[in-house]
């Protein structure tokens, strides 16, 4: 009887161990393709385009910026973000640090940094720098097998 309750606890034993590896592998790679999302938008802006970032999103997704209802991604980058592009020169992150928390079939990122943009020079050949300290929080939904932002809110302030 001694022996049956031991090899039953040992074969629980190893089931569960089993299971929370395969759980944290998952969420090893689930981590790093919500890493490798957020990468691809934070390069998108920094290369000044909004190409491929539409496939980042969900199309009901919701974005939120320094107190402002922007609509869907979509709608975002049409009436907002899209067109602000085309007068940067440049836009850089620096200090950028990025916290995911994955829990399934959910991600829950938050990145800081610090964005510099520089405006194209206007009539007058002057340009301007624009340079805040940011932070974003986004939510993300694993859908049919492949991540998208659902939610993204960011917010800045000046630099000290």
Known sequence: MKTLKLVTTLILLLFTTG?????????TTDKEAVLKIMK????????????????????DSEVYESGG??????????????????HF???TFSDYKIDVKVDAPYAFTTETYVYTIVLNPDEKGKSRTI???????????????????????????NTK
Do not use: C
């Open 131 to 157: 340079k805040k300290k940011g932070v974003a929080t986004s939510i993300l939904k694993k859908m049919d097998g492949e991540w998208k932002i659902i939610k993204t809110h960011s917010s800045s302030r």
């Open 40 to 59: 691809s938008y934070k390069d998108a802006l920094q290369n000044l385009t909004t190409k491929g970032t539409f496939e980042l999103f969900a199309k």
């Open 69 to 86: 209802i922007e609509g869907t991604y979509e709608h975002y980058i049409e009436h907002h973000l899209g067109p602000e592009l085309g």
């Open 89 to 91: 020169k440049s836009f």
């Open 19 to 27: 299971q929370i590896f395969s759980q944290n592998a998952g969420s």
